[in-house]
């Protein structure tokens, strides 16, 4: 509800407890990396590089727990692109 509601700090805290109580579950990261992409969103410089780079570690798990979904693969790219990570 807090992704959807756009509160991203709160969506990355939530997201990130979950991910220790669970961390086999794909969807969990995949939530967490959006939660920091919305959160790059809202920063710039250092703090958004910050943010960038936590999307891009929690993309990289959950592409590692199912590396059939293309859904991961293709927002780890849209990642990488906003960071010019090209």
């Given at each position: 509800?807090a ?5 991203f700090?709160?969506a ?9 109580v669970?961390?086999?579950?794909h969807?969990?990261?995949a939530q967490?990396?959006e ?12 703090e958004?590089?910050q943010?960038?780079a936590?999307?891009y570690e929690?993309?990289?798990k959950?592409?590692?727990?199912k590396?059939?979904?293309?859904g991961?693969?293709n927002n780890y790219?849209l990642?990488l692109?906003?960071g010019?990570?090209?």
């Amino acid at each position: 509800a807090a992704l959807q509601g756009q509160q991203f700090d709160q969506a990355v805290a939530s997201f990130t407890k979950a991910s220790e109580v669970d961390p086999k579950q794909h969807v969990i990261w995949a939530q967490l990396a959006e939660s920091h992409m919305g959160v790059a969103k809202t920063k710039t410089g250092a703090e958004q590089e910050q943010a960038l780079a936590k999307a891009y570690e929690a993309y990289t798990k959950a592409i590692e727990l199912k590396a059939d979904d293309p859904g991961y693969h293709n927002n780890y790219a849209l990642a990488l692109a906003r960071g010019k990570k090209f």
